[in-house]
């Protein structure tokens, strides 16, 4: 019985007052004991949210991290800093950070051994683009993304960590993919990880993320290999948000 996991990506969202609200709001989360739900602010509100989520079990991640320990890298935050402001994890390879801000797999993976490193859980993004799924390359894209951890890291680098499975065409375009097009990158998925370590494949958590709402969660949640969700737009709005948390409780 794999854990459901939870997360909204705040992405660059959110001012001191709108934040305290939607914290307050995610407060009710805190009969949801039996999933793991995150949030991942910007980070000069981490510890803004830290301190709203205290003792409900809303875990913090940060959005990115550096690969770098510490030193001359301006603007990045490092590992010790997510440690330091009570953070849980970390998104690494969110296709917004690869596309926009050219992170490589080599890259991804270096950030990825940086959080697991750290104690701390790595969330690990992969996922095509329009063009891509067109040319029929959904598969080796994302296989490619994550071999790039799992050759250089081994398999037990994901004990305890998260692979968010992310089409890029249906991030914030209001685009799902279907509950049997996830599943079908989800099962391959886990069959790439299986290649390596059929135990840890059964264990490892997968989630989807693309426009998943409250209305939307329930059909994704449904499918076998598809363990919870990493939310953009719909993480904003607390009912959403709520919903969409609720949903994955069938999984239980
Ligand atoms: O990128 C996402 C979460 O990381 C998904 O964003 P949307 O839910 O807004 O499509």
């Not at 660059?12 to 004991?33: C, D, F, H, Q, V």
């Not at 509100?45 to 709203?52: E, I, P, R, T």
């Not at 989630?207 to 737009?233: E, H, Q, R, T």
Request: glycine fraction near 12%; hydrophobic fraction near 45%.
């Amino acid at each position: 019985m794999r854990r459901p996991w939870v997360a909204g990506n705040w992405k660059m969202n959110g001012l001191r007052e709108t934040n305290a609200l939607l914290a307050k709001g995610l407060s009710l989360l805190a009969a949801e004991r039996e999933i793991d739900i995150c949030v991942a602010p910007p980070a000069p509100y981490w510890l803004q949210v830290v301190d709203a989520m205290e003792g409900t079990g809303v875990r913090v991640l940060a959005q990115n991290v550096s690969e770098h320990a510490g030193g001359a890298h301006t603007g990045e935050h490092s590992v010790s800093m997510l440690q330091d402001c009570g953070l849980a994890g970390a998104l690494v390879g969110h296709s917004e950070r690869r596309q926009l801000h050219g992170e490589t797999d080599v890259v991804v993976a270096e950030k990825f051994a940086a959080v697991r490193k750290a104690g701390l859980q790595p969330v690990l993004c992969v996922g095509e683009t329009l063009d891509e799924r067109r040319a029929g390359e959904t598969l080796s894209v994302v296989s490619r993304q994550l071999l790039a951890v799992l050759e250089s890291q081994g398999p037990d680098a994901f004990d305890g960590a998260v692979l968010a499975y992310e089409p890029v065409w249906a991030i914030g375009t209001g685009l799902t993919a279907t509950p049997e097009q996830a599943q079908a990158v989800h099962a391959s998925l886990r069959a790439v990880m299986a290649a390596f370590d059929a135990d840890r494949a059964g264990q490892l958590r997968i989630v989807y993320g693309g426009s998943v709402k409250a209305g939307n969660a329930a059909g994704l949640f449904a499918m076998p290999d598809i363990d919870g969700a990493l939310v953009g737009g719909a993480s904003l709005d607390a009912q959403e948000f709520l919903g969409i948390c609720h949903a994955v409780r069938q999984r239980l």
